[in-house]
Protein backbone atom coordinates (compact mmCIF):
# COMPACT_ATOMS: atom_id res chain seq x y z
CA UNK A 1 0.00 0.00 0.00
CA UNK A 2 1.10 3.52 -0.51
CA UNK A 3 1.98 6.29 1.76
CA UNK A 4 -0.36 8.86 0.39
CA UNK A 5 -4.33 9.10 0.94
CA UNK A 6 -5.79 5.92 2.25
CA UNK A 7 -8.59 4.29 0.16
CA UNK A 8 -11.05 1.90 0.67
CA UNK A 9 -9.51 -0.21 -1.51
CA UNK A 10 -6.63 -0.82 0.82
CA UNK A 11 -8.86 -2.16 3.65
CA UNK A 12 -10.39 -4.43 0.90
CA UNK A 13 -7.36 -5.86 0.01
CA UNK A 14 -6.61 -6.22 3.43
CA UNK A 15 -9.81 -8.37 4.10
CA UNK A 16 -9.13 -10.24 0.93
CA UNK A 17 -5.72 -11.43 2.55
CA UNK A 18 -7.66 -12.44 5.54
CA UNK A 19 -10.13 -14.79 3.91
CA UNK A 20 -7.76 -15.87 1.97
CA UNK A 21 -5.33 -16.98 5.61
CA UNK A 22 -8.51 -18.35 6.97
CA UNK A 23 -9.04 -20.39 3.70
CA UNK A 24 -5.77 -21.80 4.36
CA UNK A 25 -6.13 -22.24 8.05
CA UNK A 26 -3.54 -19.41 9.24
CA UNK A 27 -5.82 -17.90 12.29
CA UNK A 28 -3.22 -15.55 13.04
CA UNK A 29 -2.40 -14.21 9.95
CA UNK A 30 -6.23 -13.60 9.15
CA UNK A 31 -6.43 -11.32 12.58
CA UNK A 32 -3.60 -9.30 11.55
CA UNK A 33 -5.14 -8.64 8.52
CA UNK A 34 -8.26 -7.97 9.58
CA UNK A 35 -7.14 -6.18 12.23
CA UNK A 36 -4.92 -3.56 10.14
CA UNK A 37 -8.22 -3.32 7.75
CA UNK A 38 -10.07 -1.98 10.70
CA UNK A 39 -6.99 0.81 11.49
CA UNK A 40 -7.92 1.76 8.08
CA UNK A 41 -11.80 1.91 8.15
CA UNK A 42 -12.96 1.23 11.34
CA UNK A 43 -16.73 0.69 9.79
CA UNK A 44 -16.00 -2.14 7.58
CA UNK A 45 -18.26 -4.51 8.42
CA UNK A 46 -16.66 -7.43 6.07
CA UNK A 47 -13.67 -7.22 8.24
CA UNK A 48 -15.15 -7.43 11.64
CA UNK A 49 -17.24 -10.51 10.56
CA UNK A 50 -13.55 -12.31 9.46
CA UNK A 51 -12.16 -11.46 12.73
CA UNK A 52 -15.02 -13.11 14.55
CA UNK A 53 -14.35 -16.03 12.99
CA UNK A 54 -10.43 -15.98 13.39
CA UNK A 55 -10.82 -16.00 17.42
CA UNK A 56 -11.16 -18.87 19.36
CA UNK A 57 -12.92 -16.82 22.70
CA UNK A 58 -17.30 -17.37 21.99
CA UNK A 59 -17.72 -13.88 23.30
CA UNK A 60 -15.28 -12.02 21.52
CA UNK A 61 -16.24 -13.51 18.46
CA UNK A 62 -19.55 -12.25 19.62
CA UNK A 63 -17.78 -8.69 20.63
CA UNK A 64 -17.21 -8.09 16.96
CA UNK A 65 -20.25 -9.64 15.75
CA UNK A 66 -22.37 -7.08 17.64
CA UNK A 67 -20.20 -4.52 16.11
CA UNK A 68 -20.93 -5.32 12.58
CA UNK A 69 -24.69 -5.49 13.24
CA UNK A 70 -24.24 -2.14 14.93
CA UNK A 71 -23.52 -1.27 11.29
CA UNK A 72 -25.08 -3.61 9.29
CA UNK A 73 -28.32 -4.77 10.93
CA UNK A 74 -29.52 -6.41 8.21
CA UNK A 75 -26.06 -8.30 7.24
CA UNK A 76 -27.52 -11.96 6.68
CA UNK A 77 -23.74 -13.37 7.78
CA UNK A 78 -23.23 -11.44 10.74
CA UNK A 79 -26.48 -12.53 11.84
CA UNK A 80 -26.53 -16.24 10.75
CA UNK A 81 -22.97 -16.41 12.72
CA UNK A 82 -23.83 -14.41 15.58
CA UNK A 83 -27.34 -17.18 15.93
CA UNK A 84 -24.75 -20.18 16.37
CA UNK A 85 -21.69 -18.27 18.42
CA UNK A 86 -24.95 -17.58 20.94
CA UNK A 87 -25.96 -21.36 20.49
CA UNK A 88 -22.38 -22.40 21.78
CA UNK A 89 -22.48 -20.02 24.80
CA UNK A 90 -25.80 -21.11 25.82
CA UNK A 91 -24.54 -24.65 25.55
CA UNK A 92 -21.47 -23.38 28.09
CA UNK A 93 -18.47 -23.40 25.85
CA UNK A 94 -16.08 -20.71 25.63
CA UNK A 95 -13.41 -21.19 23.20
CA UNK A 96 -13.91 -22.30 19.65
CA UNK A 97 -12.02 -25.85 18.87
CA UNK A 98 -9.37 -24.34 16.41
CA UNK A 99 -10.36 -20.96 16.41
CA UNK A 100 -10.14 -20.78 12.63
CA UNK A 101 -13.43 -19.69 10.78
CA UNK A 102 -13.70 -21.47 7.26
CA UNK A 103 -15.11 -19.42 4.96
CA UNK A 104 -16.07 -20.49 0.92
CA UNK A 105 -14.16 -18.73 -1.38
CA UNK A 106 -18.00 -18.45 -3.44
CA UNK A 107 -19.51 -14.80 -3.01
CA UNK A 108 -22.04 -14.41 -0.71
CA UNK A 109 -21.42 -18.41 1.16
CA UNK A 110 -21.72 -18.39 4.78
CA UNK A 111 -18.94 -18.59 7.04
CA UNK A 112 -18.83 -21.38 9.73
CA UNK A 113 -17.30 -20.92 13.15
CA UNK A 114 -16.25 -24.32 13.12
CA UNK A 115 -14.80 -27.09 10.51
CA UNK A 116 -18.22 -29.26 9.34
CA UNK A 117 -18.77 -33.04 11.07
CA UNK A 118 -16.27 -35.69 8.88
CA UNK A 119 -13.41 -33.19 9.92
CA UNK A 120 -14.57 -33.27 13.26
CA UNK A 121 -14.21 -36.78 13.35
CA UNK A 122 -10.25 -36.84 12.19
CA UNK A 123 -9.44 -34.86 14.86
CA UNK A 124 -11.07 -36.34 18.00
CA UNK A 125 -7.75 -37.97 18.73
CA UNK A 126 -5.26 -34.87 18.42
CA UNK A 127 -1.35 -34.64 18.67
CA UNK A 128 -0.33 -33.81 22.26
CA UNK A 129 0.50 -30.73 22.56
CA UNK A 130 3.39 -29.11 24.22
CA UNK A 131 4.46 -25.44 24.96
CA UNK A 132 6.15 -23.54 22.90
CA UNK A 133 8.73 -22.41 25.58
CA UNK A 134 8.54 -25.64 27.58
CA UNK A 135 8.78 -28.28 24.72
CA UNK A 136 8.76 -31.02 28.02
CA UNK A 137 5.76 -29.82 29.32
CA UNK A 138 2.45 -31.49 27.97
CA UNK A 139 -0.52 -28.82 27.76
CA UNK A 140 -4.15 -28.15 27.06
CA UNK A 141 -4.21 -24.10 26.50
CA UNK A 142 -3.44 -21.96 23.86
CA UNK A 143 -2.53 -18.73 23.60
CA UNK A 144 -5.75 -16.53 22.28
CA UNK A 145 -3.63 -14.02 20.18
CA UNK A 146 -1.43 -16.26 18.26
CA UNK A 147 -2.79 -19.65 19.04
CA UNK A 148 0.47 -21.52 19.82
CA UNK A 149 0.14 -24.41 22.95
CA UNK A 150 1.73 -22.55 26.28
CA UNK A 151 1.89 -24.26 29.68
CA UNK A 152 0.34 -22.86 33.17
CA UNK A 153 3.73 -21.19 33.89
CA UNK A 154 3.26 -19.36 30.55
CA UNK A 155 -0.12 -18.00 30.98
CA UNK A 156 -0.84 -14.46 31.23
CA UNK A 157 -4.38 -13.49 31.75
CA UNK A 158 -6.06 -11.35 29.55
CA UNK A 159 -9.52 -9.69 29.46
CA UNK A 160 -10.51 -12.47 26.70
CA UNK A 161 -9.00 -15.66 27.33
CA UNK A 162 -5.02 -16.07 28.13
CA UNK A 163 -1.86 -15.14 26.31
CA UNK A 164 1.64 -16.23 25.97
CA UNK A 165 4.60 -14.06 27.29
CA UNK A 166 5.26 -12.64 23.75
CA UNK A 167 1.73 -11.61 23.06
CA UNK A 168 1.87 -9.98 26.71
CA UNK A 169 4.58 -8.21 26.24
CA UNK A 170 3.26 -6.71 23.01
CA UNK A 171 0.28 -5.48 24.59
CA UNK A 172 1.48 -3.82 27.19
CA UNK A 173 1.19 0.25 27.20
CA UNK A 174 4.58 1.76 25.65
CA UNK A 175 5.64 3.30 28.66
CA UNK A 176 5.74 0.25 30.20
CA UNK A 177 8.12 -1.40 27.77
CA UNK A 178 11.35 -1.02 29.33
CA UNK A 179 14.41 -1.89 27.94
CA UNK A 180 17.92 -2.55 29.85
CA UNK A 181 19.03 1.09 28.10
CA UNK A 182 16.18 2.70 30.11
CA UNK A 183 17.30 0.50 33.41
CA UNK A 184 20.93 2.25 32.81
CA UNK A 185 19.75 5.48 32.53
CA UNK A 186 17.61 5.85 35.47
CA UNK A 187 20.21 4.02 37.69
CA UNK A 188 23.02 7.01 36.48
CA UNK A 189 20.34 9.93 37.21
CA UNK A 190 19.58 8.91 40.56
CA UNK A 191 23.01 8.16 42.12
CA UNK A 192 24.23 11.05 40.72
CA UNK A 193 20.90 13.15 41.88
CA UNK A 194 21.07 11.04 44.92
CA UNK A 195 24.63 12.40 45.77
CA UNK A 196 24.43 15.82 44.88
CA UNK A 197 20.87 16.21 46.14
CA UNK A 198 21.95 15.11 49.72
CA UNK A 199 24.94 16.78 50.12
CA UNK A 200 22.82 20.31 49.07
CA UNK A 201 20.47 19.07 51.46
CA UNK A 202 22.85 18.25 54.54
CA UNK A 203 23.56 21.96 54.46
CA UNK A 204 20.30 23.43 54.39
CA UNK A 205 19.22 20.62 57.18
CA UNK A 206 22.14 21.27 59.22
CA UNK A 207 21.25 25.62 58.90
CA UNK A 208 17.26 24.81 60.41
CA UNK A 209 17.97 22.82 63.39
CA UNK A 210 15.09 22.02 65.22
CA UNK A 211 13.26 22.61 62.14
CA UNK A 212 15.14 20.44 59.98
CA UNK A 213 12.31 17.39 60.38
CA UNK A 214 9.57 19.82 59.53
CA UNK A 215 11.70 20.60 56.03
CA UNK A 216 12.55 16.76 55.40
CA UNK A 217 8.82 16.07 55.20
CA UNK A 218 8.63 19.13 52.98
CA UNK A 219 11.38 19.16 50.87
CA UNK A 220 12.10 15.34 49.98
CA UNK A 221 8.71 14.81 48.09
CA UNK A 222 9.67 17.71 46.04
CA UNK A 223 13.13 16.34 45.42
CA UNK A 224 11.89 12.94 44.31
CA UNK A 225 9.49 14.46 41.88
CA UNK A 226 12.28 16.81 40.45
CA UNK A 227 14.36 13.33 40.00
CA UNK A 228 11.05 11.53 38.07
CA UNK A 229 10.58 14.80 36.10
CA UNK A 230 14.36 14.57 34.51
CA UNK A 231 13.68 10.82 34.09
CA UNK A 232 11.03 11.19 32.28
CA UNK A 233 12.88 13.20 30.06
CA UNK A 234 15.29 10.94 28.94
CA UNK A 235 13.17 7.37 28.92
CA UNK A 236 9.79 8.95 27.67
CA UNK A 237 8.00 8.75 30.76
CA UNK A 238 8.81 4.60 31.14
CA UNK A 239 7.50 2.98 34.38
CA UNK A 240 7.55 -0.50 35.80
CA UNK A 241 8.65 -2.33 38.81
CA UNK A 242 12.33 -2.87 37.05
CA UNK A 243 12.61 1.35 37.03
CA UNK A 244 11.51 1.58 41.03
CA UNK A 245 13.93 -1.15 41.90
CA UNK A 246 16.47 0.54 40.30
CA UNK A 247 15.52 4.07 41.79
CA UNK A 248 15.43 2.80 45.06
CA UNK A 249 18.65 1.15 45.26
CA UNK A 250 20.41 3.70 43.53
CA UNK A 251 18.87 6.65 45.25
CA UNK A 252 20.00 4.73 48.65
CA UNK A 253 23.44 4.00 47.25
CA UNK A 254 23.73 7.76 46.60
CA UNK A 255 22.71 9.18 49.98
CA UNK A 256 24.52 7.03 51.63
CA UNK A 257 27.90 8.37 52.04
CA UNK A 258 26.76 12.10 52.67
CA UNK A 259 25.17 10.47 55.75
CA UNK A 260 28.06 8.22 57.47
CA UNK A 261 29.91 10.99 56.70
CA UNK A 262 27.69 13.29 58.86
CA UNK A 263 27.52 10.35 61.96
CA UNK A 264 30.58 10.13 61.68
CA UNK A 265 31.71 13.51 62.25
CA UNK A 266 29.40 13.52 65.39
CA UNK A 267 26.10 15.36 64.25
CA UNK A 268 22.79 13.78 63.90
CA UNK A 269 21.65 12.95 60.60
CA UNK A 270 17.96 11.70 61.69
CA UNK A 271 16.45 14.79 59.49
CA UNK A 272 18.57 13.80 56.59
CA UNK A 273 17.45 10.19 56.48
CA UNK A 274 13.58 11.28 57.32
CA UNK A 275 14.54 13.61 53.94
CA UNK A 276 16.26 10.60 52.01
CA UNK A 277 13.75 8.33 52.98
CA UNK A 278 10.44 10.77 51.51
CA UNK A 279 12.46 11.85 48.38
CA UNK A 280 12.96 8.17 47.65
CA UNK A 281 9.16 7.04 47.63
CA UNK A 282 8.01 9.76 45.93
CA UNK A 283 10.34 8.66 43.33
CA UNK A 284 9.29 4.94 43.60
CA UNK A 285 5.91 5.54 43.66
CA UNK A 286 6.00 7.81 40.46
CA UNK A 287 7.57 5.33 39.12
CA UNK A 288 4.69 2.57 39.31
Request: glycine share 8%; net charge positive; charged share 20%.
Amino acid sequence: MSDGTITSSDARALVAEGNIALIAGDAYSARQRFRQALELEPERVEALIGLAGSVRPYREKREHLLRALALAPENPEARAVLAQVEARLAAGESLAPGGVQVRSPEPGALSELEPPPAQLVTSEAPATLHCYLHPERETGLRCTNCDRPICAECVRPAVVGQLCPECAKVRRPVNYQVSGANILVVGAITLVYAVLITFLASLLLGQVGFFGFIVAFLLGPVAGDLLIRLTDRLTRNKRGRTLQLTAGICYTLGALPWTILIALLGGLPLSLIVFTIAAAATAVTRLR
